[in-house]
């Protein structure tokens, strides 16, 4: 069945209700993108529809993460181009709505806070930017919520898999974004709605920690799925800004992905990382200007030190980068493991 393209809240949760009891389905899963989408948000609503038996991918280019007003209106809208990617790897329902559609007030007067997760890394770097990620977060995580009355179970939610989509659902290469999602359970079910999880990149690492705590202080009733990052042939993690780059700025950005499997080698060595070296690997390219390196602890992203330089790499972490590469800002990261 093609996809369905829906752009009122009010059409997104007729059409989840409509096709959850059609299909009996007890899972709903949900997709929130910004649009420009490539194989790393294919490796999203692929795993998405793996696991669920309804799935809602949502297009909002979200004003609010934007500091700067010609960043927003220099973001790609593909609208065409993005419904069929999603219908590709078989979303039933795309969720475009307008800015006043989300926004009906004008920007809102309450907003979520990130804290002091927010504030530091790419938080320090673009301020605000999480407080609007995740107050545009929150609303389409309500919005997506499955609707009471469909044919979920009552009591503990199922399982992920089993009762997702059948057919061409399809596995590529990673995104780092590809491989088996990293929470692969089900938000605690509620009397009369269906399972219900929504997806992130692990490329957007700090996002993706803000959103997990986001969830769990203010209990949503969601569980968040993260997915590893996509990447292409050469090591680039796919990012709808790539294709602001130059070929000679493409070649330089590479820099970011090798300092970061360096660091990964000697994690599973159980070396010492020396991040000192793996700095100077990034800043000897001339075309790239670092903001941060660092690896840190995924859960609190507080840095670890102690692991950096001398002594052996023991347990888990996460190197995170940023880098402006001619004019166009990249993130990266890699989890460590020893």
């Known amino acids: 069945m093609p996809i369905t393209l829906v752009t009122t809240v ?4 007729a059409e989840s209700a409509r096709l959850l009891a059609a299909k009996r389905g007890t899972s709903q899963g949900l997709v929130p993108t910004m649009g420009a989408l490539h194989e790393g948000h294919a490796a999203l609503a692929r ?3 793996e696991q669920n038996d309804v799935v809602v991918a949502s297009i909002f280019v979200n004003p609010l993460q934007f500091g700067d007003a010609v960043d927003l209106d220099r973001y790609p809208r593909t609208l065409d181009a993005d419904l069929a990617l999603l219908d590709g790897q078989g979303v039933d329902i795309a969720f475009a709505p307008s800015v006043e559609e989300v926004y009906p007030g004008g920007e809102p007067l309450v907003r979520v806070t990130s804290g002091r997760l927010g504030e530091k890394w790419e938080g320090a770097s673009r301020p605000g930017h999480f407080d609007g990620a995740l107050t545009v977060v929150a609303k389409l995580l309500h919005y997506g919520i499955p609707a009471a009355g469909s044919a979920g179970p009552i009591g503990p939610a199922a399982p992920a898999g089993g009762s997702g989509h059948s057919g061409d659902a399809g596995h590529s290469g990673d995104a780092g974004q590809l491989g088996d999602a990293d929470s692969a359970g089900s938000a605690p079910g509620r009397a009369g709605l269906a399972a219900y999880r929504a997806y992130f990149g692990q490329k957007d690492a700090q996002q993706l920690a803000l959103v997990r705590r986001m969830v769990a202080d203010l209990n ?28 000679e700025e493409r070649d330089a950005a590479l820099v970011l992905s ?9 994690a599973n060595a159980h070396e010492p990382l020396d991040l000192d070296s793996a700095v100077a690997l990034v ?21 670890l030190a ?7 790499f023991r347990g888990e972490g996460l190197a995170l980068i940023a880098a402006k590469v001619g004019p166009v800002r990249l993130i990266d990261n890699m989890p460590l493991s020893s």
């Open 283 to 303: 800043e000897s390219q001339p075309l790239v200007e670092l903001d941060y390196f660092d690896v840190v602890d995924p859960a609190t992203l507080e840095p």
């Open 47 to 49: 795993t998405a529809v």
């Open 220 to 247: 949503f009733p969601v569980d968040i799925v993260g997915v590893p990052t996509v990447r292409s042939a050469d090591g680039l993690a796919l990012s709808s800004r790539n294709r602001f780059l130059s070929g």
């Open 10 to 13: 009010a059409e997104l949760h």
């Open 306 to 312: 102690e692991n950096c330089r001398e002594t052996p």
């Open 258 to 266: 090798r300092a970061l499997r360096l660091l990964e080698q000697r």
